[in-house]
């Protein structure tokens, strides 16, 4: 019996085999970290998590993730709606498909039982909750965080006909008379104090035992920051207010001990936007891991920029404490798209070759990411790109990770770099619905030209195929 369900539909359409490594399961950690709220504040909740649910299907040369639903995300909707009325249903998402699965998702909530209010929540409707409010499968979306929000939401939802939504912090909603009102933001939630995960919501073993990491058996994701202090004009942390908040060490270190002893697990990834920032932490970690013989190993994600404040010393130590892979978004091999882009520091090729170089000298092993297509970018500087790739790929023969192809430059909303491509002619989509269909991996590019879109396809089959090797 679930008061509240939370929802995290399929984020991706399909995908070829050739790119299997981009479907990680990973562990929703949106939605847990909401029904940890709630469970604290005591309602019980249920999380359909259909990325762990999905339905693949082969047809002659491809594996894709089959169109509908999946009947198992559907049958444990009814099976909870049929238990108990909940509350409320909320639907976390990011832009594109997520936005059309979640509607299907309101669709069969409406149909099972209209009164039911659907709550929207995530990166979409957090950038576009006026927009998001209009769709009429949306009753109520919570605007960035919904730690402190969504347990008063659900508590004044719960009065059922005497609701007062106006006491409500950081939502948009409909009021009696169909007048779309904003409520005030909270100031930010403390990391430091987040309640217990309830991971035991989730079939734990089939995250653990399904992310397949070199050098790990049992995998495990954290987040113990939220946004970034960089203003990198494609990322969602270049919209303004969005702030940089993280969990303290010694409240981090609780939830790996935690893990490692109820889970058995073997290695850590930190997933935050940007882990490696805080320098003071990566050091008390280091050093609480080797004083503890935690015997895990770790991979973090971070800045180019950021890792060339790090000196052999520092390294030795996370080396010695179990780091032993960075997740880095570099984007591109041209300074200037990297000037243009505002990448983390004013990045320069010269400094992606000296952390290349850092990284071969202690023997990490690291993934560097890369987009093509940029606003302005040409083809002589996606070539830059890939030259730089090509660098990496002779200079890291250490390492046996694949470098993945650039990811095709989508525009995201309320980014900088989708001001420009409007600027460009790019015709920004109006509705919920016209947002549903933006695909992150096909050809919406109308700011390049197709010779340069089909040149970008073809070095990602290329790259793609060595990776296969
Ligand atoms: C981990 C992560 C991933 C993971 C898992 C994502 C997932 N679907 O769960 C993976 C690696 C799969 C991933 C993939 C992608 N990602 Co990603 N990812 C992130 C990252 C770094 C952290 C997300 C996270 O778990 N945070 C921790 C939790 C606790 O926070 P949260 O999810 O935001 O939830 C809080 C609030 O948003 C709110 N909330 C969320 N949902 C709901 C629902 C309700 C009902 C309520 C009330 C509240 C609420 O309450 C929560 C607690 O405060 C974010 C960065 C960021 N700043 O958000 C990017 C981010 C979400 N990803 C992004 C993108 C673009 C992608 C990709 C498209 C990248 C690509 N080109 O391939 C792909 C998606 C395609 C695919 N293959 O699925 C963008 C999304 C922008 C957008 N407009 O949608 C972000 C914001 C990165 C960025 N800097 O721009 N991603
Ligand atoms: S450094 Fe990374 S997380 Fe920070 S703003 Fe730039 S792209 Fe976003």
Not at 452 to 463: Q, T, V
Request: with cysteine.
């Amino acid at each position: 019996m679930a008061n509240v369900i939370i929802i995290r539909p399929i984020s991706d359409r399909s995908w070829s085999p050739k790119e299997l490594y981009k479907r990680a399961l990973t562990i929703p950690h949106g939605p847990l970290t909401l029904a940890a709220h709630l469970i604290n504040k005591g309602f019980s909740t249920d999380i359909i998590d259909e990325i762990a649910l999905q339905e693949t299907e082969v047809t002659e040369h491809t594996k894709v993730i089959v169109d509908r639903i999946s009947l198992k995300a559907q049958n444990q909707l009814f099976n909870e709606i049929k238990k108990e009325k909940p509350v409320c249903v909320g639907i976390t998402s990011m832009t594109g498909e997520q936005i059309r699965r979640g509607k299907i998702f309101s669709s069969l909530i409406r149909k099972a039982d209209p009164k039911i209010p659907i709550v929207w929540g995530g990166a979409h409707p957090s950038l576009l909750p006026e927009m998001t409010i209009e769709d009429d499968k949306v009753d109520i979306v919570c605007i960035g965080e919904g730690d402190k929000s969504f347990p008063i939401l659900v508590s004044e939802l719960k009065k059922n006909g005497t609701n007062d939504l106006s006491k409500v912090p950081g939502i948009i909603y409909r009021d009696k008379d169909g007048n779309i009102q904003r409520t005030k933001l909270l100031p930010l939630y403390n990391l430091t104090n987040m309640p217990k995960f309830p991971y035991h919501l989730l079939d734990m073993e089939m995250y653990i035992n399904n992310i397949k990491k070199d050098r790990i058996k049992r995998f495990f994701e954290i987040h113990s920051s939220r946004g970034c202090p960089y203003k990198c004009t494609f990322c969602i942390n270049s919209v303004e207010d969005i702030p940089y908040t993280r969990s303290s060490s010694s409240r981090l270190l609780e939830e790996i001990i935690t893990l490692k002893n109820e889970y058995n697990i073997d290695g850590i990834s930190f997933n935050d936007d940007n882990f490696i920032l805080d320098k003071r932490r990566m050091k008390e970690i280091s050093e609480a891991a080797i004083k503890l013989k935690l015997n895990l190993r770790f991979r973090a994600s971070g800045t180019i920029k950021l890792f060339l404040k790090f000196d052999d010393e520092n390294l030795a130590l996370y080396k010695k404490a179990g780091f032993y892979h960075f997740g880095f978004g570099v984007e591109s091999g041209s300074d200037r798209i990297l000037k243009d882009i505002r990448k983390a520091g004013d990045l320069t090729k010269k400094e992606i070759y000296q952390v290349v170089d850092s990284i071969k000298k202690h023997q990490f092993q690291a993934t560097y990411n890369f987009m093509a297509g940029f606003p302005t970018e040409t083809l002589e500087e996606y070539k830059e790109t890939l030259r730089v790739i090509y660098h990496i790929f002779e200079n890291s023969t250490h390492a046996i990770y694949p470098l993945p192809a650039p990811s095709i430059f989508m525009p995201l909303p309320g980014t900088v770099s989708y001001d420009s491509v409007v600027k460009l002619g790019h015709k920004a989509p109006k509705s919920l619905d016209e947002w549903s269909v933006i695909d992150h991996n096909h050809n919406m590019m109308t700011w390049i030209s197709k010779d340069f879109y089909k040149f970008i396809a073809e070095s990602r089959e290329i790259i793609n195929s060595i990776n296969q090797k």
